[in-house]
């Protein structure tokens, strides 16, 4: 399990999204001014305010997902962490967590990995602490194995 393409992965993820959310908004900006153009009366006053909310949802979308990248581009992956701390990968009894920021799932190499905030509850409960520290969380106990 390589630390360095799990965080690789992440990156990318992130960076699609971002690219997604700037695609989303540039497309509605465009549909504005286009709109305005050729409209006038209550129905493109209503289809303009319509288009400003969802501009702003997606800003506020494209806000969050660039401070999941910032708390990335933090991550040196080549530290090994003798305890739990930004960035380090961990291998429980059952679980690979990868302590960045909230994000979905990947799979590497046969291995599903979670990425977790440290804010989590599980993220909180194993922070600072090593190998062979157990944390119960909603009735299960993750054991830390190993740490990358």
């Not at 291995?111 to 977790?116: C, G, S």
């Given at each position: 399990?390589?630390?360095?393409?799990?965080?690789?992965?992440?990156?990318?993820?992130?960076?699609?999204?971002?690219?997604?959310?700037?695609?989303?908004?540039?497309?509605?900006?465009?549909?504005?001014?286009?709109?305005?153009?050729?409209?006038?009366?209550?129905?493109?006053?209503?289809?303009?305010?319509?288009?400003?909310?969802?501009?702003?949802?997606?800003?506020?979308?494209?806000?969050?997902?660039?401070?999941?990248?910032?708390?990335?581009?933090?991550?040196?992956?080549?530290?090994?962490?003798q305890?739990?701390?930004?960035?380090?990968?961990?291998?429980?009894?059952?679980l690979?967590?990868?302590?960045?920021?909230?994000?979905?799932k990947?799979?590497?190499?046969?291995?599903?990995?979670?990425?977790?905030?440290?804010?989590?509850?599980?993220?909180?409960?194993?922070?600072?602490?090593?190998?062979?520290?157990?944390?119960?969380?909603?009735?299960?106990?993750?054991?830390?194995?190993q740490?990358y």
């Amino acid at each position: 399990m390589v630390k360095q393409q799990i965080l690789q992965s992440y990156k990318q993820l992130v960076q699609d999204r971002i690219d997604v959310f700037q695609d989303m908004i540039s497309g509605l900006t465009d549909d504005a001014q286009n709109d305005a153009k050729g409209s006038a009366g209550d129905k493109h006053e209503t289809a303009l305010s319509m288009m400003h909310l969802e501009q702003e949802k997606l800003n506020h979308k494209l806000q969050e997902v660039l401070a999941q990248k910032a708390v990335l581009d933090k991550i040196d992956a080549s530290v090994v962490h003798q305890k739990v701390a930004l960035g380090s990968l961990v291998q429980t009894n059952g679980l690979w967590l990868f302590v960045s920021t909230a994000l979905p799932k990947i799979t590497l190499n046969d291995k599903t990995v979670f990425a977790i905030s440290p804010q989590s509850p599980l993220g909180t409960a194993l922070m600072g602490n090593g190998i062979g520290y157990t944390a119960e969380i909603n009735g299960k106990e993750y054991t830390i194995v190993q740490l990358y």
